[in-house]
């Protein structure tokens, strides 16, 4: 029985669960749940604070999660980045006072506010700088404001708590954070099954079959343009000087690409929808 770490609550919590059930697993019932079985699919869901689960997973007592890529790094935990999993994006980044400081090396004996300490030692130590440490629990924007800090370190991603606490962002990015898959090296084999239907999820959320006829003799450069993942399926049409191909295209580039396979000669350019991939 394979068990898996979720957000019970937070930024990633809805997503991983929508994430989940998309690949054919049962989901959180309900926003109280701790502990589900889904023995069809042979594997039990924990849900968990996003910031314990790297030390679940990275003491071997569960064997993959989904956490923050920054969570990861701020925790001590021997659990290792197995792919990021395209949502929860965020920055990870200095702010303060408009003008009070400009580089990081203007942070040298200041105190900054954070709640990812872990992370950001090592980073003031990488950087050869001394710091003191403000550990909080959230809401950091606030310490400046009250006294405790003079910078702050945080997840920054529209930028609009950091412009309401009157802060601006100064110094380089620390780290870009996203959502994750977390395993050892022990367990992550046992866990293949649940990230290969999470990989196919990925592939439905960004790709769409396009269909399209072209003449034979423009084939190559249509398929220049449309190569898909291993190769494009093409068949010939009962008019044999036409052949007719189908590949994966990324969402985001269909309307470019509808727009260049009209200009080398494509007629009937058709797009589908995919519903669920496994590749
Ligand atoms: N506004 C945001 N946009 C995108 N990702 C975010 C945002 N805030 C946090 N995250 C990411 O979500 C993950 C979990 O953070 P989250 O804020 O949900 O946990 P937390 O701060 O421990 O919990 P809570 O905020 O509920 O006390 C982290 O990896 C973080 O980078
Ligand atoms: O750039 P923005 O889009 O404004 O998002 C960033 C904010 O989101 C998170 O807060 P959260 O709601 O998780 O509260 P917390 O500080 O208590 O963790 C993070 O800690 C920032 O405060
Ligand atoms: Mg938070």
């Not at 990021?84 to 580089?103: C, E, V």
């Not at 190569?227 to 008019?239: K, N």
């Amino acid at each position: 029985m394979l068990r898996i770490a979720v957000p019970n609550k937070g930024m990633l919590a809805q997503t991983a669960n929508a994430m989940l059930i998309e690949a054919g697993y049962r989901g959180r019932r309900n926003d109280r749940e701790l502990v589900a079985l889904d023995p069809e699919n042979e594997v039990e869901f924990f849900y968990i604070r996003p910031r314990d689960i790297a030390t679940y997973v990275g003491e071997g007592v569960l064997d993959i999660g989904i956490t923050g890529r920054d969570m990861l790094l701020d925790s001590q935990s021997k659990a290792h980045e197995v792919r990021a999993l395209d949502f929860g994006d965020s920055t990870f980044r200095f702010a303060a006072r408009p003008g009070a400081f400009n580089t990081v090396s203007d942070l040298e004996g200041k105190r900054i506010a954070t709640s990812y300490t872990g992370l950001l030692a090592r980073y003031f130590e990488d950087a050869g700088i001394s710091a003191e440490l403000i550990k909080l629990d959230g809401a950091v924007e606030s310490a400046i404001q009250l006294g405790v800090a003079d910078a702050v370190a945080d997840v920054v991603s529209t930028g609009n708590t950091l412009r309401q606490a009157g802060l601006e962002i100064f110094g380089p990015v620390i780290l870009d954070s996203t959502a994750i898959l977390i395993s050892t090296p022990e367990k992550v084999d046992a866990a293949a099954t649940l990230i290969k239907r999470l990989e196919g999820v990925l592939v439905a959320q960004k790709y769409s079959i396009m269909d399209y006829d072209i003449p034979a003799d423009r084939l190559d450069a249509a398929i220049a343009l449309t190569p898909g993942f291993q190769s494009p399926t093409v068949s010939q049409l009962h008019d044999k000087e036409w052949c007719a191909v189908r590949s994966l295209v990324p969402i985001r580039d269909l309307n470019r690409v509808m727009d260049d396979l009209s200009g080398v000669g494509a007629r009937a350019i058709l797009v589908t929808a995919l519903q669920a991939a496994r590749m």
